[in-house]
Nanobody
Framework: QVQLVESGGGSVQAGGSLRLSCASS????????MGWFRQAPGKEREGVAAIYTAGESTYYATSVKGRFTISQDNAKKTVSLQMNSLKPEDTAMYYCAATRTTFGVLDPLYAGAYNFWGQGTQVTVSS
């Protein structure tokens, strides 16, 4: 069983930055996707960013492209999300997630493709 633990959430003013980290107990395979998702109250969970762990491919939601950067440290089994130029609409619970493999994953930002989830970390951006 893969365990994912997020850290780095908090409160920041609009325009500020936060860095989220996700520590994984193990990679599910040598090739899979790791992603960050968020869910605001009353809204559906949405994909924010994802990364292919065996390569350099990254994927971003339109709303965060150019502001957020996902990266990985394979040796430490961590995936990070650098969030810059934060906006109040970025306020949400942020979740780290992992797929077992890449097989059948057509959209790395689709929550249904992910098999393992962390508990989440809250990000609050005030105006």
């Amino acid at each position: 069983q893969v365990q994912l633990v997020e850290s780095g959430g908090g409160s920041v003013q609009a325009g500020g930055s936060l860095r989220l980290s996700c520590a994984s107990s193990a990679y599910t395979s040598s090739r899979n996707f790791m992603g960050w998702f968020r869910q605001a109250p009353g809204k559906e969970r949405e994909g924010v960013a994802a990364i292919y762990t065996a390569g350099e491919s990254t994927y971003y939601a339109t709303s965060v492209k150019g502001r957020f950067t996902i990266s990985q440290d394979n040796a430490k089994k961590t995936v990070s999300l650098q969030m810059n130029s934060l906006k109040p609409e970025d306020t949400a619970m942020y979740y780290c997630a992992a797929t077992r493999t890449t097989f059948g994953v057509l959209d790395p930002l689709y929550a249904g493709a992910y098999n393992f989830w962390g508990q989440g970390t809250q990000v609050t951006v005030s105006s």
